[in-house]
């Protein structure tokens, strides 16, 4: 059983950390803000992590399918959320409103902006669900011992923080913090089209995760 929690927990690793919504924003916040932003948000992602984690595990993810319309609302939020979050990196690159961004997050750098924003982010993508509760369903065919699915929601859970957190103090190395406050209005600007793509594929339901 080792091996089969050491597949899934590559499995896991692999579909957290393909390009996607909370890549992108952990990715600008750990390199415009530092350190601590990112790991607040990683710990935002990883309590996102909490609720599709319980969805997919525990056998909730099938009662979500049925009801479509909850499904669809939660497309169209984390669409907006993302188109949002698109537009002000934009502006913000092309010197447009962008001394009120840089004031805002200094005023919430490490602390509940950045872990509400990467909660959200996390949140209210429904594809997150969908995919774990793809991905979970091999693992808990036939009979298994009780301690099998809470062994499998904390390798969601503790894998996705632990990574994140990696990832975001592989980020700190000051060549890359040197290269990005060199080009910073045009990674805002590549960020925020980003985001902004993303959210519209995600409209049209074919959003990465």
Not at 56 to 81: D, H, I, N
Not at 84 to 110: I, P, T
């Amino acid at each position: 059983m080792t091996g089969e929690l050491l597949v899934f927990a590559g499995v896991i690793a692999l579909g957290q950390f393909s390009p996607g919504p909370d890549m992108i924003l952990l990715t600008r916040t750990a390199l415009a803000q530092g350190r601590s932003a990112g790991w607040w948000m990683s710990a935002g992602i990883a309590s996102g992590l909490c609720v599709h984690a319980t969805v997919a595990v525990f056998g909730m993810a099938y009662l979500m399918g049925l009801k479509e319309g909850l499904t669809e609302v939660l497309r169209w939020m984390a669409a907006a959320y993302l188109v949002c979050l698109g537009l002000r990196l934009l502006l913000a690159g092309m010197g447009l409103g962008g001394k009120k961004v840089d004031k805002e997050e200094k005023d919430h750098a490490g602390g509940r902006s950045a872990y509400l924003r990467g909660l959200l982010c996390n949140l209210l993508n429904p594809k997150v669900a969908i995919i774990f509760a793809a991905v979970v369903t091999d693992f808990v065919s036939g009979d298994r011992p009780i301690w099998w699915a809470p062994a499998l929601w904390l390798i969601i859970v503790g894998q996705g923080l632990a990574l994140w957190a990696l990832y975001v103090w592989l980020l700190q190395f000051p060549p890359v913090r040197s290269g990005y406050r060199r080009a910073a209005p045009w990674f805002d600007v590549a960020f925020g089209v980003g985001l902004l793509a993303l959210g519209i594929l995600i409209l049209m339901d074919r959003g990465l995760v």
